[in-house]
């Protein structure tokens, strides 16, 4: 198994929040077609405070225990304060992630943010952004999040590589790949 | 808790006869094959033993076995030392595209080497077409290497026919026998080929030991240098232990190799049907029918396969996936894109490999516990969730 936290283990098999919210108030989606890992968040909005929060996630172990995370460190807080939880308090809250995770399936604060900013547009009848895009942050997940060395944990600029053009170690994956 | 193995593609387990062989190595007669007194002699003598033994496996000659450290190390040995030693005739060499990444990749750090690669395609059961390897000779082909079964999706290749092409143009071709020798019979001189690549933990002999054969007159260039051993194509002193159990497994896999094909077909097929039947969604990757007989693949839809991983571990089964998210680079199976997978439909990746100790009991766990596993993950799944809520927008 990956080496996984007691908590990314204990969040993976006992997911808080599972499921779809009827009639949401705002539903954010992201997805990472590269690394595989997709992420729909519902919430429920009540006096500027999210009452409600549950997600569906495709996803690997990480990605399951991070949304459950995601939803467990949201519900009921306020906006402002739940468009404040980054992947790095994410990450800080399961007890780590493993470095060539970090940065595939630690999504979940990302699909919250879409779900709350969905939320704000449509009260307020027009496109919301809330918050300042970092660099390559929103349109990278659609053409491809970028994806970290497992050795040197250098990103890794050519997604069909087989070598890490910092390390030159060889990547890729086969069932007993490694084992041979 | 029960406890099913059932992820022998990544290694076999040591048998107790091949463990009992190995002991006395690790003990009293420890001696180096190269010395010339009694101590080296027992060495030497026993792994001479093995050699044969090894030899016997595949219908080959003694004197052409080389003993290496693993599958990995024969596949890079034979991939660059073949094409090396033949580089004055010409610098071109075929390779398929679902290779073990110990041939791929040789064959990238021989582009960087000024070599041209040519990757053959498959067909959507990861099986190439002899007819592809004739379309991509040219005068300056030096080496072909397709290996005789993909490990991952078990399909068996049409090494025969590929070797036929390859003999009548006088190039060399190699076969990475890793998921066949010692698994289903192997000879290499009804394949008609030049080269074949096996590995110890593949059948129930130990990690850390590989061969190389090489047909007699077969120019190689040696990875490693340095010393004597081995005729000189491999340097350094050897793992006897690893290589007496190696040859006691190969002997093992000779004699007993019909009733293990038996054992395993049936578990197999057991699988390979009833899986699908029990749970909808679910596709069988690789050959239908003429596959490894310990191999059962498939891809789960809608789900990813390190969580189902997880969650089978959690009930004591152990099976691979080749999906991104399993290995350390995080890229789904290069073998299932090469079929034409989608990276979706790869990412549900499930491997099954079985082994001696499997029996029709395991399949009923298996067949008892993956489906809830399935469907936990579904639940989960917004790929799911979307393609019931489209298929009853359809109804």
Not at chain 1, 5 to 13: I, N
Not at chain 2, 29 to 35: A, H
Not at chain 2, 89 to 94: A, D, N
Request: hydrophobic letters at 40%.
């Amino acid at each position: 198994m990956p080496i996984y936290s007691a908590k990314v283990m204990e969040h993976f098999m006992n997911p808080r929040n599972v499921g779809e919210i009827e009639n949401a108030d705002g539903i954010g989606e992201v997805g990472n077609p590269v690394c595989g890992d997709m992420m729909t968040f519902y919430i429920k909005v009540k006096d500027n405070r999210l009452e409600d929060v549950k997600f569906k996630t495709f996803g690997c172990g990480a990605a399951i225990a991070v949304s459950s995370m995601v939803s467990e460190m949201a519900k009921g807080k306020t906006l402002e304060e739940a468009m404040k939880i980054n992947a790095n308090m994410v990450a800080n809250e399961l007890e780590g992630l493993p470095k060539n995770k970090l940065h595939c399936s630690n999504l979940g604060d990302e699909a919250l943010h879409k779900a709350i900013e969905n939320y704000l547009s449509k009260k307020s009848g027009k496109p919301v952004a809330t918050r300042v895009e970092t660099a390559g942050d929103e349109h990278e997940h659609e053409t491809g999040e970028p994806c970290y060395c497992p050795y040197c944990e250098e990103e890794i600029m050519d997604a069909d590589s087989p070598f890490c053009q910092h390390c030159q170690v060889a990547l890729g994956s086969a069932p007993g790949a490694e084992s041979r | 808790m029960k406890k099913v193995y059932l992820d022998n593609t990544a290694t076999t387990p040591l048998l107790p006869e091949v463990r009992t062989a190995m002991l006395p190595f690790l003990e009293e007669t420890f001696g180096n094959p190269s010395s010339l007194h009694d101590w080296g002699d027992a060495a030497r003598e026993a792994m001479e033993v093995a050699r044969a033994q090894v030899a016997r496996l595949i219908g080959a000659n003694a004197e052409e076995i080389i003993f290496t450290g693993s599958g990995t190390e024969s596949n890079n040995f034979a991939i660059k030392g073949l094409a090396l030693a033949q580089q004055n005739k010409g610098k071109h060499i075929i390779v398929s595209a679902i290779e073990h990444f110990s041939v791929l990749h040789s064959a990238r750090t021989l582009e960087k080497w000024g070599f041209e690669v040519t990757m053959l395609p498959v067909d959507k059961y990861g099986v190439v077409n002899p007819e592809d390897v004739r379309k991509s000779l040219r005068k300056d082909t030096v080496l072909v290497s397709v290996m005789q079964a993909n490990g991952e999706v078990g399909s068996i290749e049409p090494i025969g026919e590929i070797a036929r092409i390859t003999r009548e143009r006088n190039i060399t071709f190699h076969t990475d026998a890793v998921a066949t020798a010692g698994s289903i019979p192997v000879n290499v001189s009804e394949l008609g080929i030049d080269a074949l690549s096996l590995a110890g933990n593949q059948f129930y002999g130990p990690k850390g030991v590989g061969a190389l054969w090489v047909r007699k007159g077969v120019r190689i260039i040696p990875l490693l240098d340095g010393g004597i051993q081995e005729g000189g194509r491999r340097a350094g002193t050897e793992n006897v232990p690893a290589i007496v159990g190696l040859g006691k497994a190969a002997e093992l896999a000779t004699s007993n190799m019909p009733a293990r094909i038996k054992h395993f077909t049936a578990l197999r097929d057991a699988l390979l049907k009833e899986l699908p039947a029990k749970i909808d969604h679910t596709v069988v990757t690789g050959h239908p029918r003429n596959r490894l007989p310990g191999n059962a693949s498939f891809c789960v839809e809608f789900i990813e396969g390190e969580a189902m991983l997880m969650l089978l571990n959690s009930q004591g089964i152990a099976v691979s996936s080749g999906s991104a998210c399993t290995s350390r680079a995080l890229k789904a199976s290069h073998v299932l894109i090469a079929m034409g997978i989608s990276h979706e439909l790869a990412q549900g990746s499930l491997l099954f490999g079985f082994g001696l100790d499997n029996t029709s009991e395991d399949i009923d766990y298996v067949l008892e516990v993956l489906p809830a596993v399935v469907n936990r993950l579904r639940q989960m799944s917004p790929l799911y969730a979307k393609f019931i809520k489209e298929s009853k927008g359809v109804t």
